[in-house]
């Protein structure tokens, strides 16, 4: 039988918000990869510089149009009005992917320039920078910050979590989560996995974790010899000196696993030496997906439709299989702690059998394997202390801030560290070019610099790779150069004798700079040689300490900018600017470039008098997109920190007026707060030298001083915190409504969603009221409906949204018609206790989610919730029927059920369609049922459509070409959505011998058009591809023709000649026609005889029935009668009790007369 195969088709992305702006493209100019930022002023210069000479023959600028967006960066040029399009003309100058934007600039000086730096060829590691200019320059930042955010998006989306990946090389494998352990190291004992599941048995059971410390800690000295170790590996190409999780979703994340395992435990734990061995919940639906992809590894938990775990396999360093217990795994990962740190916690999990782990460890052996060799052929290119770029790029960092002349002594400087004929060659080169000014020579000096070490950069060895060559020579020729390896070291040793000492004499120099600097300004400090002697020792190697801490101000500063490296992998960022400066050294201002032209220093604030000891504040420059110029200094230089001494300056009182405190209220928002930034804002107001947290401010308001706040009393404190808590209960009540609002709406959506088909014939709205009628009447599920009736209904139509909930009314009334269930029926398990066990045909069902319905928006998500569910259903009849287990075709039928009802309700309906209707037959490995059914369609084609039949038959068509797919998908692979709908009212209303009826219908209406093919193939290509595209008047009158025809007779006849014809091939010896019509008679005369025996059994079963139900009606009518005289009974009590009451009182006043002669007599009544 032909296998059926589907295949998936790839949804198309929603259409993405694509931004264009008009600009005016001055020109583009390759560079190396390595181009830094401190460099990028100087390309940007030359580019202007060559766009103003091209001027004179063709204009150098032309106008373009920029459209940004996450899936690309496209530049075009813009016609003019005049003009018309031209394909020619308008095709696109440059196209990129946004995240090859690695860097961008902002011309301060002239806001209307910004530059942008694309990564052109990795293999020859070049880049092109282009230069635009706006028409209106407010309109730069936003430009800038949409390339930022389009890079940002496009970057999230390579690392989508994968229930939105389309990632072919993911597998997904079922587990079980048994829990995870905190570990002392990333690398484990072979034994490991068996000792967490012995420390999850003995903590479930109440034994301390202290037991198994041995099997958690690294191990010892004198462990590290080799051990025998079971598919136990790690991998050193993937391992990452820092913990960095890049683009993780925290919506995504699901913490019903791990919520009772709380982050400030382990890292107390750990502080303290001990282990913490951690079992997940029993009671919980402990099995996930585990899905292994080309980076990372995710846990899927297909009952909360959510990723409970997401690891990059850089934060991976073991993973190991069990010894005694072969059929569980896990690994060593990392995992951030409060503090900023990070611990190692190991995940353990259990497979169905050995042959699962196996396949999974390979897996991800394979997986590491492949994930390393590519991040090698990613890698960033190399910098080191001998790169000609890296000199380049110390030049501009010195010369950034100068002015044009100290800019040209710095570049002679440089230039006598060259030979003397490339000298010469710069020399001659400038001299030609005529440079009008010293700024113009700067730059063209600059740009034959950047070409000669370019140039230099090509054929650079790195002293890393030199000493890694030299060690493989030394291997292979032996002790051949010796001399050579020393005279390395030697020139290592002199290049690193002559930094020092350079940065010896720059930083006396710049301390003399410094001390003649505060002789000259007594009264405060010169802003300019402070930032210059700050800035002095940029080439020198900071400590670690300082490495770290620079790199998170520069990653602070980036924030605000938008002149920042957009690179997403901090080791480029590393490689490509080696000599950031340490926030102990400051940052200088930029050089006499494309907006850094010097400007004359403001002179800078004088300080309190009597403040001798006041310091001085680092300045910080800030990189922003703002059209404001940063090197024009009067802010910054205005807004120094004085911290005053209190030991022996006096305290000295300050005032403001009335509407600087009305300012500095609205604009200080954290009063409590003396942080450095605090009144930075305010240099506006006056020459105001910042407040000490020690001195005491004076406030005056417009009528007087403004009085101190008083501090609250234990009263007021205690209002407050109860104010705050109903705040809290309020707002925690709010966000609990919110909640079920929005899980009503995504139940709409998602109910939208999942009906989202075309029905045959939309439902009248008076056969909406009956259904809704029916569906309305109290007890339905005890009370048998008239099936004609019913007949009707379903014949009328089925409403789309009522649709799951009519099938199940009609699997009750089925259920009430047939009380003795059939022999084979399930076992009566829990599906909540089902979802919770691994099953042995997840391959399969894995396979088969990407093929079942693959253009449904519920289902084309990639493990989204639908394939999730469906998964579930799966799997739980896959463990309930474990004959059947799972079959190719089963997904359809469960998929369709999803989509009219819930989960679990689907389960139900799937169960009642297998064992009460009897689609289970054809789901059994053997398949002989679904041979009889192929043998039933070619009888019913035979004994209705002859010359259909005779025409198949000629071409050698047999029904299982075709037919197959139609009974074990019950027509939902090939088949409008609709249709197939209605198929299932019939079958839930008739039976399994719709599918005949359907399927014989279908080929008797198309019968004139499949006479008319003459060979096999067209005739197989009609029946697959051109017949299940019907149109709606077909459809329904396939529907019509099922409700008129009953076949159910034939069937059973077409069944038994089957098993007789079976019997005949299979007894080996020839018969004569005699002895076959004996046979034939005997075999009859047995069928008969059984028959009568069944029809007498079924005649003491009909009348055992009825005289049980004439024994319920008698004890009905006797329980009626008990309950008549009770309730006499009851009344006769409550009579008689009213008589001893009177009786009582009675005998009261017998007593009390007798006690009191002088009373009256009591009255007879």
Known sequence: MEPIT?????????????????????????????????????????????????????????????????????????????????????????????????????????????????????????????????????????????????????????????????????????????????????????????????????????????????????????????????????????RSLAFRKEFQDAGLRSSSFFSSFEESDIENHLISGHNIVQPTDIEENRTMLFTIGQSEVYLISPDTKKIALQKNFKEISFCSQGIRHVDHFGFICRESCGGGGFHFVCYVFQCANEALVDEIMMTLKQAFTVAALQRTAKAPAQLCDGCPLQGLHKLCERIEGMNSSKTKLELQKHLTTLTNQEQATIFEEVQKLRPRNEQRENELIISFLRCLYEEKQKVHIHIGEIRQTSQIAAENIGSELPSSATRFRLD???????????????????????????????????LDSSVSSMFSNTSKEPSGCEKEASSVSESCFRLLGSSDDLSSDSESQRAEEPGLPSPQQGLRRRANTLGHVPVDCQEPPQPARGSPGVLQRKLVRYHSVSTETPHERKDFESKADHISDASRTPVKTRRHSWRQQIFLRVATPQKACDSPKRYEDYSELGELPPRSPLEPVCEDGPFGPVAEEKKRT???????????????????????????????????????????????????????????????????????????????????????????????????????????????????????????????????????????????????????????????????????????????????????????????????????????????????PDMIILQIQMYQLSRLLHDYHRDLYDHLEEHEIGPSLYAAPWFLTVFASQFPLGFVARVFDMIFLQGSEVIFKVALSLLGSHKPLILQHENLETIVDFIKSTLPNLGLVQMEKTISQVFETDISKQLQAYEVEYHVLQEELIDPSPLSENQRMDKLEKANSSLRKQNLDLLEQLQVANGRIQSLEATVEKLLTNESKLKQATLALELERSALLQTVEQLQRQMAELSSRESDPTLPEPSVD
């Open 492 to 526: 290592m040793l002199k290049n690193k004798a002559k930094r020092s000492l350079t940065e010896s004499l720059e930083s006396i120099l710049s301390r003399g700079n410094k001390a003649r600097g505060l002789q000259e300004h007594s009264a405060g400090l010169d």
């Open 6 to 238: 589907f295949t998936a088709r790839r949804q198309p992305l929603p259409s993405e918000a694509s931004v264009g702006f008009g600009l005016q493209l001055v020109g583009s100019l390759p560079v190396h990869c390595l181009t830094t930022m401190p460099m990028l002023p100087w390309v940007v210069a030359e580019v202007r510089r060559l766009s103003g000479q091209s001027s004179k023959k063709e204009p150098g600028t032309r106008p373009v149009r920029l459209c940004v967006s996450p899936s690309g960066l496209r530049c075009e040029p813009e016609p003019g009005k005049s003009q018309q399009w031209d394909p020619l003309i308008c095709s696109s100058i440059f196209e990129c992917k946004p995240q090859r934007v690695h860097k961008l600039i902002h011309n301060s000086h002239d806001p209307s320039y910004f530059a942008c730096l694309i990564k052109n060829d990795a293999a020859n590691q070049q880049s092109i920078c282009y230069v635009f200019k706006a028409d209106d320059q407010t309109k730069v930042p936003e430009i800038i910050s949409s390339i930022r955010q389009a890079g940002k998006i496009a970057r999230q989306e390579e690392f989508r979590c994968p229930s939105e990946f389309d990632d072919t090389f993911a597998k997904k494998f079922e587990v079980l989560f048994c829990g995870r352990v905190a570990v002392a190291h990333r690398k484990a004992p072979p034994a490991l996995i068996d000792e967490c599941i012995e420390g999850f048995s003995h903590v479930s059971g109440g034994f301390s974790s202290d037991h198994f410390r041995s099997a958690l800690q690294p191990p010892g000295d004198g462990e590290r010899g080799p051990r025998p170790m079971r598919k136990s590996f790690s991998q050193p190409g993937l």
């Open 714 to 924: 234990s009263r007021e404190l205690r209002e407050l915190w109860q104010k705050a808590i109903l705040q809290q209960i309020l707002l925690l009540r709010m966000e609990k409504e919110n909640q079920k609002l929005q899980a009503s709406e995504n139940d709409l959506l998602n109910k939208r969603l999942k009906l989202d088909y075309e029905e045959i014939t939309p439902c009248l709205k008076e056969v909406t009221t009956v259904w809704e009628k029916i569906l309305s009447t109290p007890g339905r599920s005890k009370i048998k409906f008239d099936m004609e009736k019913m007949h009707s209904a379903v014949g009328q139509g089925v409403p789309r949204h009522h649709r799951g909930e009519i099938w199940k009314f009609l699997a009750e009334q089925y259920h009430l018609k047939h009380p003795f269930p059939c022999k084979q029926q399930p076992k009566d398990t829990p599906y909540k206790e089902l979802l919770k066990q691994l099953t042995s045909q997840q391959h399969a069902i894995l396979i088969d989610l990407g093929r079942t319905f693959p253009t449904h928006p519920y289902y084309s998500t990639q493990l989204g919730a639908g394939q999730l569910s469906l998964y579930n259903i799966l799997k739980a009849y896959s463990l309930l029927d474990q004959e059947v287990g799972y079959c190719q075709g089963l997904s359809f039928v469960a998929g369709i059920l999803l989509l009219h009802m819930g989960e679990e309700e689907a389960f139900n309906m799937l169960k009642f369609l297998m064992f009460d209707m009897g689609l289970r037959k054809q789901y059994r």
